[in-house]
């Protein structure tokens, strides 16, 4: 917005004048805020900085001393420069004290060797700073328009990285919290070169603010957030831009006021865009949960359901139709954990949340999944009702013009998933129930592929939509949970051991019969896996068979045993419907 020094000394009021620097010529590019005339030596306490004395200097001191801190005075509150005019108090020359003096301090010292009047100076300069002031006006004007349109768009974030580079004329990087690159525009440098490694560099990049330039590396970073809730970074590489200050406002160091606003107008576009289709799909979201959770309890007619997903573009008449539920994946046990574990694998798959944050974590990592669900629908081409049905699963119903289109549907679908979470960590089983031909029978496909999910949930065949007779027996015991004679059974085969857990849970037995069980009756494979020593095993599994009054040498024995903890897991499952 300012002009420097060297460029105040090319006007043609100071070029008639014959300006010739003697002190400090390596920093004429100083920015010049304003210019001040003035002829009385105390003048420093009257300035703010940044601004070009003129003097003629019949006013200033006529002991070294005292010129020696009238120069002191002016460098210390930050003038950009010092020029006098020769042939009123100087006529060979500024005093080599002063020279001296202004060297010392780093202050611009400029000779005028003909007589110029000091008005046509200050007019000129003002002129220039007025002119750039309007340039920063109109250039402010344009980003602002630039990304006003870019919101009511609905721009993707790639095109607003890429609006902000254009604008700036330099890189422009839009990254995660975890130091992911989201969007990014090279501004016609390698990107290659920009983006390789990263994480590291960006990790380095700590500038003090919510907007604020990071001199050691040359990047403007801004927050992108809304609502209290920042999810990512916004960076502009200025390499141009330093601590000794050339670019940025009222002479300070860092990049023109400019980019800072245009990096923070383009973080609030991305902000607002990202919130505007969140509450988008948020709404859109809750009605396909209204919906699927309709079909599941019938608290609507399966007629009124069909009416409103038309509404929202999902046609389910005259469709087939395939309930899916895509849920996380039981995690494999810790061997460091021992055997309290292996206690956990009938009951729930992740304990409640002992916090707030964790209650959070868990809800974040769901609404991460369904997202990723709800995107692999779209990207496979597909149609349907997508919703989180619990804490660790999201249900879909799709919707395919014919039976014949099902299976390659689903493929489809398991490819898109696999696709968008190639990344994730967490891995997830798919499950799909059989397809029905009518909305009234959609609660029949939704609840066998939840079934089929719960009954999966170990299985490890993360290339494969898993299906009814893919589960086997877990799969049939899913579906007869709620039949009184298989919890009769469970309770007949089990309900010693459970009563003696309960009373004395710190022991594990159930953890013990089901490793001793799962290892095909091999004890020391068994003790192994939850960690006890063979006696140690040994002394449990006797307990276990006085308690049970039970040989557990027995194939035909063991085999009830082993069917009875498989139906306790199902029994111990959230209701699904």
Known sequence: MFPTVGEVLALEPVRHGGPRVVAAEERLDRLVRW???????????????????????????????????????????????????LGRRYHGGVPKVMVAAAARHGLPLVELRRATPFVLITEAVHALIVDAQLAQLRATEEIHQRFTELSVEGAEAAEVVRQAAELAGAPVVLENLARRVLAYHSAGENARLLLDGWEQHSRRIQPAGRTAYHADTGWLVTMVGARGQDWGRLLLRCPGAGPDGAGGPDGAGGPPTRLSILLERAASTLALGRLIRRDADGLERQIHRTLLTALLDGSQPADEVAVRARALGVDLDRRHLVGLVVRFRDPD?????????????????????????????????????????????????????????????????????????ADAALDNFLAALRRLRRSEPAPVVVAAGSGVDGIREARRTLVEARQVAEAGRRDRRADQVLRLPDVGLTGLLYLLREEPRLQVFVERELGALLAYEARHPREQLLATLRAYLEHGRNKSAAAAAVHLSRPAFYERLTRLARILDADLESVQVCLSLHVALLALEAVRARPLA
Not at 52 to 67: E, Y
């Open 333 to 405: 046990p810790d061997p460091a954990a021992g055997p309290a574990v292996a206690a956990e694998a009938g009951a729930e798959l992740v304990a409640r949340p002992a916090s707030a944050a964790a209650a959070e974590a868990v809800q974040a990592r769901l609404r991460d999944l369904a997202e990723s669900v709800g995107l692999a629908v779209r990207e496979a081409g597909l149609a349907g009702l997508t919703s989180p049905l619990d804490d660790h699963a999201v249900g879909v119903l799709l919707a395919v013009r014919t039976a014949a289109l």
């Open 35 to 85: 210019v001040h005339v003035t002829e009385v030596p105390d003048i420093a306490s009257l300035l703010r900085g940044g601004e070009l004395v003129l003097t003629t200097g019949i006013g200033l001191p006529a002991d070294d001393a005292g010129l020696r801190a009238f120069v002191a005075e002016l460098a210390d509150v930050g003038v950009a420069g010092l020029v006098v005019e």
